[in-house]
T-cell receptor, first 116, second 107 residues
Framework: EPEVTQTPSHQVTQMGQEVILRCVPI?????FYWYRQILGQKVEFLVS????????KSEIFDDQFSVERPDGSNFTLKIRSTKLEDSAMYFC??????????????FGQGTRLTVV | RKEVEQDPGPFNVPEGATVAFNCTYS??????FFWYRQDCRKEPKLLMSVYSSGNEDGRFTAQLNRASQYISLLIRDSKLSDSATYLC????????FGAGTRLTVKP
């Protein structure tokens, strides 16, 4: 069964450092997403990406964040200068068709980011 | 009003019980609706889509009331393996999640 894969599974970084979280969405999917979940809290939308550009982003997704699809398979989330409050589980997701529509999003297993 | 609001829970029920979760959403233009399940420290996984006519999948029944902007999930004959957090998800062009309702099924 096709799946979304994320690397690394756990990343520890020092405050102020840049991190790049990597995702390989399902190959025939066109929409890509990043979500985060702070421990014990809800899953929060960060950004959606379609046709090589950001479709939507939340207020959390400020100038510290950026996304890129550098090649035909990877989808990355970069945090430029990490803060303690960026510590969370980051989930990548992809879906086959346009965001509007009864299509499910498939989630990767997540990257746990710990900022120390 | 929150985009997606769920029963706060937690729900602690014995095996075999019937349990119902409720969810309301604020965006009347929402097009599609889902229930996801999330196990501890794992990714959300689709449990079922929710259709206007209501739909059933084994022990699980989902209902949608567009007029009231309300979604429900009913679990019958609950099993120990049903213990998880249930997430109400609304598609407004991207997926927006409720805070989740934690269910613990006890022997």
């Amino acid at each position: 069964e096709p799946e979304v894969t994320q690397t690394p599974s756990h990343q520890v970084t020092q405050m102020g450092q840049e991190v790049i979280l990597r995702c390989v969405p399902i190959s025939n999917h066109l929409y890509f997403y990043w979500y985060r979940q702070i421990l014990g809290q809800k899953v929060e939308f960060l950004v959606s990406f379609y046709n090589n550009e950001i479709s939507e982003k939340s207020e959390i997704f400020d100038d510290q964040f950026s996304v890129e699809r550098p090649d035909g398979s990877n989808f990355t989330l970069k945090i430029r200068s990490t803060k303690l409050e960026d510590s969370a589980m980051y989930f990548c997701a992809s879906s086959e068709t346009a965001g509007w529509g009864n299509t499910e999003a498939f989630f990767g297993q997540g990257t746990r980011l710990t900022v120390v | 009003r929150k985009e997606v609001e769920q029963d706060p829970g937690p729900f602690n029920v014995p095996e075999g019980a019937t349990v119902a979760f409720n969810c309301t959403y604020s965006n009347s233009a929402s097009q599609s609706f889902f229930w996801y399940r999330q196990d501890c420290r794992k990714e959300p996984k689709l449990l079922m889509s929710v259709y206007s006519s209501g739909n059933e999948d084994g022990r699980f029944t989902a209902q949608l009331n567009r007029a009231s902007q309300y979604i429900s999930l009913l679990i019958r004959d609950s099993k120990l393996s049903d213990s998880a957090t249930y997430l109400c998800v609304v598609n407004i062009g991207d997926m927006r999640f409720g805070a989740g309702t934690r269910l613990t099924v006890k022997p």
